[in-house]
């Protein structure tokens, strides 16, 4: 069931058009990643859901209800953004409660509530902490909790991960996924960075230029990349022009390779997508692939290779070593081949 869809929404700050008739359903329970660029729109289309920026054109619904005038407060929707804003003369507890006392919601309620929150966010035991004797990712969960006390239907998340260290991040990921399913309220995320799309998504929105170019899963958008910025944006590629002669057959480099696809124009021109974990390295001799190697950077569990052949610059990642100045091979099987319309 879709509890947020958007429809055809268009936007433009100073005659510039942010959002170009975007629309896009949400499902309930779902934790769905806005991924892009800065300037991309992402940001943009996480205010209009919350109700802080009005769309000029466009329908946003709510539980298949219009909700175009509804103010912030009177929707069922909370945000956590980068910036925690927290309460600093506020304790862990008061932090939480805030959004209860607001209400007037029976004391009694009100530790019970908070005690939950607590425990969902692993603070059991943090009440009466200051907000500034946190760490950035105790304090990034005292601000979940409090925007979920009061059970909101949708979270909204605005690069709640950013002021973190890179350790941090990856924890925080976990934890947020945790969090989410636990919980059972929609997440809708925004983020620049792929890998944490890709590691806490159940749906990943990949946007540019005010456009969304694909919606899949995190496997669909890395496999099957629909265009060439999304497989460039997704993770690293080796990008390849060539022709799809018939079903099952790609030319490039010189050469005609079985590949899985099917379905374009005899002889259309295509972008080819090899992923650099696709590719292995054999002997020079034996390949149809070929090239000298250029440079190779440890990377800790794997070497970056970059190979230079057939007329372009191949990046193999491989746990076997190969010495810059010598010749290379590069051999791959017909489903590592994956053609992409040309943008």
């Excluded at 932090?95 to 530790?111: C, H, M």
């Excluded at 909101?152 to 998340?157: C, E, F, S, Y």
């Excluded at 990943?204 to 995190?218: C, D, K, R, S």
């Excluded at 030319?251 to 099917?262: M, Q």
Aim: hydrophobic share 40%.
């Amino acid at each position: 069931m879709d509890v947020i869809s958007l429809r055809n929404i268009s936007i433009s700050f100073d005659g510039e058009p942010v959002l170009k008739s975007i629309s896009l359903n949400i499902r309930d329970k779902e934790f769905i990643t806005l991924l892009g660029p800065s300037g991309c729109g992402k940001t943009t289309t996480l205010r209009i859901i919350g109700g802080f920026t009005k769309p000029d054109r466009g329908d946003v619904f709510f539980d298949g209800q219009r909700i175009n005038g509804l103010p912030p407060y009177k929707r069922h929707v909370n945000t956590v953004f980068q910036r925690y804003a927290l309460f600093p003369h506020l304790n862990v507890f008061e932090n939480i409660a805030f959004g209860l006392r607001i209400t007037k919601t029976p004391e009694k309620v009100v530790r019970q509530k908070v005690g939950e929150m607590l425990s969902l966010v692993n603070l059991s035991g943090f009440e009466k902490r200051q907000s500034g004797a946190l760490s950035g990712g105790q304090q990034q969960r005292v601000a979940i909790a409090r925007a979920l006390i009061n059970k909101p239907r949708v979270l909204l998340l605005d690069e709640p991960l950013g002021a973190l260290d890179l350790k941090l991040r990856k924890e925080m990921q976990g934890e947020l996924k945790n969090i989410q399913k636990r919980s059972g309220i929609t997440f809708i995320y925004v983020t620049h960075d792929q890998e944490e799309a890709l590691t806490m998504s159940d749906t990943v929105v990949v946007m540019n230029a005010g456009e969304i170019l694909q919606v899949g899963t995190p496997e669909d958008i890395y496999n099957e990349p629909r265009n060439a910025f999304v497989a460039d944006f997704i993770g690293e590629s080796n990008i390849i022009p060539g022709v799809m002669p018939a079903d099952f057959a790609v030319d490039f480099c010189g050469g005609r390779f079985e590949c899985v696809d099917k379905g374009f124009e005899k002889d259309e021109p295509v972008d080819i997508v090899l992923r650099p974990e696709d590719l292995t390295l054999i002997e020079a001799g034996n390949a149809r692939i070929h090239g000298v190697v250029r440079s190779v950077t440890f990377k800790g569990v794997h070497y970056e290779i970059i190979i230079e052949g057939m007329g372009c610059m191949w990046t193999v990642h491989s746990t076997d070593y190969a010495a810059v100045g010598t010749e290379a091979g590069l051999e791959f099987e017909p489903f590592d081949i994956h053609i992409m319309h040309k943008s």
